[in-house]
């Protein structure tokens, strides 16, 4: 937890622990673009560069704090961080005065591993299929996560595979 606010991650990961390729999402999910933006909406979200160059745009009613190492990278009018410190400090003062309580951190797989050991939730998507890809996540150690939520989706017109929504809270000793 940082300064009073829960910091949490959200993804899709497929069985073979695939999330992304050539800069996209390797799949079409609209079940899972509602679930983001449902647990996005009005909080901060903290993002390497090279997530938010491949953001269709900017998505309404979040903050986009950009993580990179690049000093002279220009965010578009959102806030830019050199260090994970520097990221978490801009968002929860953003929380703070917004009245949320949760950071969010939404990729790639490179600020996922950097933020692992700050992370208190996951909301996760499980793909239920192995696909082709150029980035990876995990594999979680589950031992260390408590399932506080699952709700199983079938492929449908919209949706390209079966997936899962879970969310994960960090077992505490």
Do not use: C
Not at 71 to 80: I, K, L
Not at 150 to 164: A, L, Y
Request: net charge negative; no cysteine.
């Amino acid at each position: 937890m940082f300064k009073g606010n829960i910091v949490s991650a959200i993804l899709a990961v497929s069985e073979n622990n695939v999330i992304g390729s050539d800069g996209d999402l390797p799949w079409r999910l609209s079940n899972d673009l509602k679930w983001f933006k449902k647990n996005t909406l009005n909080k901060p979200m903290i993002m390497g560069r090279k997530t938010f160059q491949s953001l269709p745009g900017i998505l309404p009613n979040r903050t986009h704090i950009i993580l990179t190492r690049d000093p002279s990278f220009q965010g578009e009018g959102n806030p830019v961080a050199t260090t994970m410190e520097q990221a978490l400090e801009i968002a929860a003062k953003d929380a703070n005065e917004k009245s949320v309580s949760e950071i969010m951190i939404i990729g790639g797989g490179e600020i996922y591993k950097l933020f692992a050991d700050q992370i208190d939730r996951y909301y996760l998507t499980r793909v239920h299929t192995e696909l082709d890809g150029d980035t990876f996540f995990g594999p979680l150690a589950e031992a260390s996560w408590r399932e506080t939520f699952q709700e199983v989706h079938r492929t449908s017109e919209r949706d390209d595979f079966p997936h899962t929504f879970r969310i994960l809270e960090r077992k505490t000793e």
